[in-house]
């Protein structure tokens, strides 16, 4: 069945790089669009980018520049790269496939010195 | 980039009782394909989010018909009709037209 699973640090220090890995099962990252998602404490959703099927990405323009999405189809993952980190990057960060039905249990980040 | 207005902030409802949520875009939603890709998703307390419904009206998957989406270009409606307990939740719209941007979402709570 289709899954996935973010994994990644929970601590993250400020002006810190924080990278995280989307594990998937069940389908092909050449087949299907993976998406990133975060959320604040106690906020609402903020799209950050994807990694299409055919390997390009696009990114939210706000994280543009500190943002990276890249996979390794191979093992199944989908990575995430974000620099310069500071205390409002502190919330869950989700993967999911499409923005649809199937969407990980996300990872808490913490950015705290 | 897309601005999505989304309304109310809350909403405080009776089970049985039907609701609407309402959501503006700064921009037409219909992309050059025709298509419009306006979808509805909801968060259930402590869990990831989960989209209902896709290109406006269309339902995804296993989601209740008491759910209904309308609208067109820049305005669009949720409506679930007989509220019922699961349905709680915070509600959010998504564009997929222009990139992807969230409204700030709609709690629905029980009165």
């Known amino acids: 069945q289709v899954q996935l699973k973010e994994s990644g640090p929970g601590l993250v220090q400020p002006s810190q790089t924080l990278s995280l890995t989307c594990t998937v099962s069940?389908?092909?990252?050449?087949?299907?669009?993976v998406h990133w998602v975060r959320q604040p404490p106690g906020k609402g959703l903020e799209w950050m980018g994807v990694?299409?099927?055919?390997?390009?990405?696009d990114y939210n323009s706000a994280l543009k520049p500190r943002l990276s999405i890249s996979r390794d189809t191979s093992k199944s993952q989908v990575f995430l790269t974000m620099n310069s980190l500071q205390t409002e990057d502190t919330g869950i960060y989700y993967c999911n496939r499409k923005l649809g039905a199937y969407w990980g249990q996300g990872v808490m980040v913490t950015v705290s010195s | 980039d897309v601005v999505m207005t989304q309304t109310p902030p809350s909403l405080s409802v009776a089970i049985g009782q039907s609701v609407s949520i309402s959501c503006k875009s700064s921009q037409s939603l219909v992309a050059s394909d025709k298509n419009t890709y306006l979808n509805w998703l909801l968060q259930s307390p402590g869990r990831s989010p989960k989209r209902l419904i896709y290109q406006v009206s269309k339902l995804d998957s296993g989601v209740p018909d008491r759910f209904s989406g309308s609208g067109s270009e820049k305005d669009f409606t949720l409506k679930i009709s007989r509220v019922e307990a699961e349905d709680l939740g915070v509600y959010y719209c998504l564009q997929g037209t222009h990139l992807y941007t969230f409204g700030a979402g709609t709690k629905l709570e029980l009165k």
């Open positions: 069940g389908f092909s990252l050449t087949s299907y669009n």
């Open positions: 990694i299409w099927s055919g390997g390009n990405t």
